[in-house]
């Protein structure tokens, strides 16, 4: 047997192993990418909802001291005793509500909804919760 016969043997012995080690290695990388593409979209899905619950703060502390500025400053001085009614309350939480949809961005709102749900279901509890901090002087 010569030596190129004996290479041409050896060739066809190894070249399924050969095959097998290239398909292995192409579906570990093929894998690896995957995995590299989910973490790039948590990533960006993780950032989006921080952006988005940043927004929410602030547009949520904008509506808390609007409302107070033009509704609740003004129904507490007509009022005898400077307090709020029941009725006025849910009126000044309505205000707060419609604020903070108007003006947080479609795209937060999108993301919010996509994350914690529909926004006017939870949207009275977080109003109440910066209403609450703004009193104490929290932000």
């Known amino acids: 047997m010569t030596l190129s016969a004996f290479a041409v043997e050896l060739a ?3 070249l399924p192993v050969i095959a097998l080690f290239l398909a292995v290695l192409i579906g570990y990388g ?3 990418l995957r995995k590299k593409i989910e973490e790039i979209d948590n990533d960006i899905a993780r ?3 921080a952006a988005a619950l940043t927004e929410a703060e602030l547009v949520g502390i904008d509506a808390v001291r609007a409302t107070n500025q033009v509704l609740v400053d003004e ?3 007509k009022s005898e005793d400077g307090k709020l009614t029941e009725d006025e309350a849910k009126e000044a939480m309505g205000i707060a509500k419609d604020y903070f949809v108007e003006h947080m961005t479609s795209g937060s709102l999108e993301i919010l909804e996509a994350s ?3 926004v006017r279901e939870w949207l009275e509890g977080f109003l109440e ?3 609450s901090a703004e009193k104490r002087g929290v932000r």
């Open 47 to 49: 950032q989006s909802l």
């Open 116 to 118: 914690l749900g529909p």
């Open 12 to 14: 066809e012995i190894l």
């Open 30 to 32: 093929a894998a690896l």
């Open 129 to 131: 919760a910066k209403l």
């Open 75 to 77: 129904l507490k001085e």
